[in-house]
Structure formats: C-alpha cells, structure tokens
C-alpha cells in the first residue's frame, strides 16, 4: 500500500525554479513513497487534465474565478477518490501540483498568478496557494475540502450547494471556522443561505443589515455549548434556519432591504 508525495523543501525548491524560469520539473529523486493507504497515479492525471480543461473553458468564456472553483471542487474531489490518510498529507498535495511537468502547477498560476486575468505581471501565485503553508490553504486541497463538506454519497445530487460561488463564504466561513470541522452544520450553513437568500452582510458593522457573516458569528459563538457533530443533516439545516428567524434574539440589526447595496446576496448560483 501506497501513495507518492512530495516533501516540503523539495516543493520549495520546484517553487524556487518556477519562480525562476518557469519550469517546474520534478526530480524522480525527491518523489516520496509513502504507507498506508494505496492511490493510483491514473486518478491525479485525470483529475488535472478535466481542470485543465475547464480552466481552459473558463478562460475562454470569461467565467468568474468563484464559479470556476464550485465547478472545479467536484472534479477534485470525485476523480481523486481519497481515503483521509491521504487527504490529509500536505505531502501528497504538493506533489499533486508539481507532478506531471508541473500542470497543477498551471491551473494555479492561471487561477492566483499572473494567469489570473485580475492580476498584471510576470511569476507563479504565491507559494501559499501552491501547499507550502497551510494545507488549507493550497488550491487543490481547499477545492477537495469544500468538495468533501457538501458530499453526501446516497443524495441524488452528492454535492448539492457546491454550486453556489462565493470565496468569501467558503474560505472564511467554511474553511477557516471551528463549525467548519462539522461538515453536517457546514453543509446545513451554506444550503439555508443558498434557500433564503441570505446577503453578506457585515458582523462588525452596525449600520450594515443583517447577513450570513451575523449568523457565522453567531454559530461560533453558540458552538462553545453545543456539538454540532451530534447533528444530523435535517436537525442542522432546522437548527440553522431557525438561529436565523429568530435573529432578532441576537442580532439587533435592522433587515435588509432589497434596493439595497447590501441587499443582494452576492452568490451566484452556477448550474452543474
């Protein structure tokens, strides 16, 4: 039983030639095999060919980067296939990136780098999106990551409200939050913002109404006395919906109105 993984200063140094020159090229050398779990190569190729390709879509058809990553976290997820020892081994993500010449390398670059058609300039995204921090925070592992929150195999839709495309509300809601470990309470926090249309909002800001990062606050607040892991899926999603009806109790913020700047929610619901 194995799988391959790429240690951290090996990564460092891929990192540094990319910088550099461009390339990212692997040396056989510093491929690590690793125990406890068996991963066919096979599956990381496809998985990086179909994001390359819908990179490619997506530049051609001037996607929005947060559409491009709810679309792009299924595939992640589905063709890697992971068991959790690999998911989560920084080791293996960064080889994931650098493997194959580099391509993950390039779907990267393309969605933080110099690709990104926001950005001007020369160079590779910052190492941070390539592993070499936070496992979190590297690109294929935080698609996987909010592909595996919303994942419920015997659903007739497994990934239903991943399609909702908002870096704010996966990356500091999802993500970087304790709920966020739950994925029952997770999953159950992005579908009552998708089915009621919940605005941003602002936590810190009194005179902006109400909004799905109030009711973050809240949920983290009110996680100290309750586990959410106990939950299931209709218990978290009533429980949700219901903090939010009864805000009132706990927000004194005024609602928001619809002809609003804060009135919209900000999401796009991407079709899959």
């Known amino acids: 039983m194995s799988y ?46 179909q994001c390359c390709d819908l990179a490619a879509t997506a530049q051609d058809d001037g996607m929005p980067m947060a559409e491009f990553d ?64 936070e496992l979190k925070k590297g690109m294929f592992a935080k698609l996987w990551i909010c592909a595996n929150v919303m994942y419920v195999e015997d659903a007739s839709d497994p990934y239903d409200g991943i399609e909702y495309a908002d870096v704010d509300l996966w990356d500091s809601h999802v993500i970087d939050v304790d709920f966020g470990s739950s994925a029952v309470m997770a999953r159950a926090f992005v579908k009552v913002i998708r089915d009621l249309k919940l605005p941003r909002g602002a936590a810190n800001d009194p005179t902006v109404p109400a909004g799905f990062r109030d009711l973050a606050k809240e949920m983290r607040r009110r996680h100290a006395a309750i586990v959410f892991e106990l939950f299931d899926d209709g218990e978290a999603y009533g429980w949700v919906k219901r903090l939010w009806e009864e805000r009132e109790s706990w927000c004194r913020k005024r609602l928001p109105s619809e002809n609003e700047p804060h009135g919209s929610t900000g999401i796009v619901a991407t079709p899959r």
Request: aromatic share 10%; with cysteine.
């Open 4 to 49: 391959l993984g790429l240690g951290l200063e090996a990564a460092k140094a891929a990192y540094a030639a990319r910088k550099e020159n461009g390339a990212a090229r692997l040396d056989k050398r510093d491929v690590l095999y690793k125990s406890g779990a068996d991963f066919e190569e096979s599956r990381a190729k496809d998985c990086l060919n």
């Open 70 to 133: 709810s679309q792009c976290a299924p595939i992640v997820h589905g063709t890697l296939r992971l068991p959790p020892i690999i998911a989560g081994d920084a080791d293996f993500w960064r080889w994931l990136t650098f493997m194959e010449d580099g391509l993950g390398a390039e779907i990267v670059d393309w969605r933080y780098g110099s690709g990104h058609r926001k950005r001007s300039g020369s160079g590779p995204a910052r190492s941070i999106y390539y592993g070499l921090e």
